[in-house]
């Protein structure tokens, strides 16, 4: 069965501290793993889509990074915009369905 | 803004009834997802079509229910609505990228049941 846990639960920076989160699955052959926002009340937003164990991808702040067991994503002299939930998911070759973390609630104080 | 259209966006109602959700994918996605989020709770799968056919289905109760159109809209359906079935409820369309498919999600419907 494919699982997902992400640490920390939450996090707490201050404006400009650079800090990661990470994201450890189990899955039976990877066909993506994915990253997500989400701020209260509103449905996930789509950051990045890794496929492969070394690859890379940046936006802004954020650079997701991919090994054989984990991802992690790097958030680089934080704003306080970027506080939301980081949500983390895998799919699958076996599964339909995409499987979610619980997320990391990330909170940056001016 | 995803593409992904979410009506309504607020929903009220008492234990007992039934009450439709619909959902408008992403022009050209051909596959739908239901999820369930409620509070400090992460999200849970519901049930996936893909054109106009049921595709996978998690955790979803007897009491819901759900179908996609031949236009691709979707809608769930939830009935005998418990106290505990209030939660935010979101779907998500997804597009094949060449070596997988990213979901897209809509702005979720945030169901009350009193």
């Known amino acids: 069965e494919d699982q997902v846990t992400q640490s920390p639960e939450a996090l707490r920076l201050q404006e400009g501290e650079s800090s990661s989160l990470n994201c450890s699955y189990t899955?039976?052959?990877?066909?993506?793993l994915f990253w997500y926002r989400q701020d209260p009340g509103k449905g996930p937003e789509f950051l990045f889509t890794l496929y492969s164990a070394g690859e890379e991808k940046e936006k802004e702040r954020l650079k997701a990074t991919l090994t054989k067991k984990e991802s992690f994503l790097h958030i680089t002299a934080p704003k306080p915009e970027d506080s939301a939930t980081y949500l983390c998911?895998?799919?699958?070759?076996?599964?339909?369905?995409?499987?979610f973390g619980p997320g990391t609630r990330l909170s940056v104080l001016p | 803004d995803s593409g992904v259209t979410q009506t309504p966006k607020h929903l009220i109602t008492a234990t007992g009834q039934r009450v439709t959700l619909r959902c408008s994918p992403r022009?050209?996605?051909?596959?739908v997802y239901w999820y369930q989020q409620s509070l400090d709770q992460g999200l849970q799968f519901l049930i996936q079509?893909?054109?106009?056919?049921?595709?996978a289905k998690g955790n979803i109760l007897e009491r819901f229910s759900a179908q996609q159109f031949p236009d691709l809209h979707s809608e769930l359906n939830l009935s005998s609505l418990e106290l505990g079935d209030s939660a935010l409820y979101f779907c998500?369309?997804?597009?094949?990228?060449?070596?997988?498919?990213?979901?897209?999600f809509g702005p979720g419907t945030r169901l009350t049941v009193l």
């Open positions: 899955v039976s052959g990877l066909r993506g």
């Open positions: 998911a895998v799919r699958g070759n076996y599964g339909q369905n995409f499987v």
């Open positions: 079509y893909y054109n106009g056919e049921e595709r």
């Open positions: 022009s050209g996605d051909l596959s």
């Open positions: 998500a369309s997804s597009v094949w990228t060449g070596e997988t498919d990213t979901q897209y």
